[in-house]
């Protein structure tokens, strides 16, 4: 065993007590990372009072936060930040746009280069919101990039959802928007080798 | 190595008074608040200075935007749940937030680290002496740290001076792995063990 491994196996709380004791590096690297362990463990029982301006800094400054309204805490539900909003408005976004794109007549979604008027009101009427505007196309299931306005789900920022809602309903409301948006690409794919916008003999 | 050296003291624990204080600094009473300042306080600045690779100045800039943080959230703190863990979860959080929002790296010179650890960098093979070493080693160990990437330092700062265990610094962290904290933590233990000399080996406490 090379002291590589020694280290690795050290590493792992597994020590060699036969190689340590005849590799003098090895054995000097095992001292160095008790010490190393027992300094951490002191430097944690090293804090100190607050300096007393910086405590008093704190207060005057959540003193003036106290001074105005506080931000209402939700009555119901939790919010949901950073990568969980991520992951929520891309999974609600995945669903909107293949539910959508699924509403659609296929003559209408595969004929159309570009969003027209009309088929954007078809959007819109589909929408439980009037204010949802889905970007063309969504022939290819794109959901990436997918901008829906006036959903709050869907707006920047952290994300309320119920609170009794469980992580496990998230991961299900994920895997069945990519289940949504996979069928879409899939029918979008067989909709363009057979382009039904031109009349059969 | 398992949980932090205070992860099995009070990091995971309320006790009823600081369970009554968090109720009512929830409510708004600033009085409560202030205590929780002044029981939590210490620890969280030794976090952060640690996170900032020792800059005093900048730590107590973060440490007090931790707690303004800290205030404006309380009344999202969910009482079925234990109040240290919380605290700290959001506090460490709020100091990584802003650091990484800083985008800057810690400049450190070596001048400076040679005044802060009080000791003559080795140069040609030149060693401290021993006494030197004994004296300094903890410094040595502290320089060592400041030298860390930022992760190492933060996680290491979660875990010793915070106090936190490897399940909370994963709910700090987004949901890192609790695998990948372990790694990252002795990954971090092993390069300040490379960094010590060796003749500091014996001394440290």
Known sequence: MNCADFRKRLLDGRTDADHAAACAPCRRFAAKLAAVDAGLAASSRDSAPLPPALRAGILAATSRESAAPRPAAPARGRVLDGRAAFAFRGAVAAAVAAAAWLALPEDLALALPAPAPELRERFVSAAPQASIEVPWPLTRAAVDGVAIRGVPALSAGPVTVPGDLPEAALGVCAAAALAAAAAGAALARRSRRTPRTEARP | ?205
Not at chain 2, 120 to 143: F, H, I, K, T
């Open chain 2, 1 to 205: 190595m398992d949980a932090g050296p205070d992860a099995g003291s009070d990091a995971g624990k309320d006790d009823d008074p600081l369970r009554a204080l968090a109720l009512r600094a929830a409510a708004g009473d600033h009085a409560a608040f202030a205590a929780i300042v002044d029981r939590f306080g210490g620890r969280v600045r030794a976090a952060a200075l640690r996170m900032t690779a020792g800059r005093t100045d900048r730590t107590d800039d973060l440490v007090q935007e931790a707690f303004v943080h800290l205030w404006t959230a309380l009344p999202r703190w969910d009482p079925s749940r234990p109040f240290t863990p919380w605290l700290l979860q959001v506090a460490m959080n709020r100091c990584r937030n802003v650091l990484r929002g800083e985008r800057r790296r810690p400049a450190t010179s070596l001048d400076a680290l040679a005044e802060e650890a009080d000791f003559e960098p080795r140069a040609g093979g030149e060693r401290p002496d021993a006494a030197a070493a004994r004296r300094d080693a903890a410094s040595v160990l502290r320089a060592a740290r400041d030298r860390l990437p930022e992760t190492h330092r933060t996680i290491l700062a979660m875990h010793y001076e915070a106090g936190m265990s490897h399940e909370q610094i994963s709910a700090a962290l987004g949901g890192m792995p609790i695998g990948t904290i372990k790694a990252k933590l002795h990954r971090a233990r092993a390069a300040l063990a490379a960094e010590l000399p060796d003749e500091l080996g014996e001394d440290l406490p």
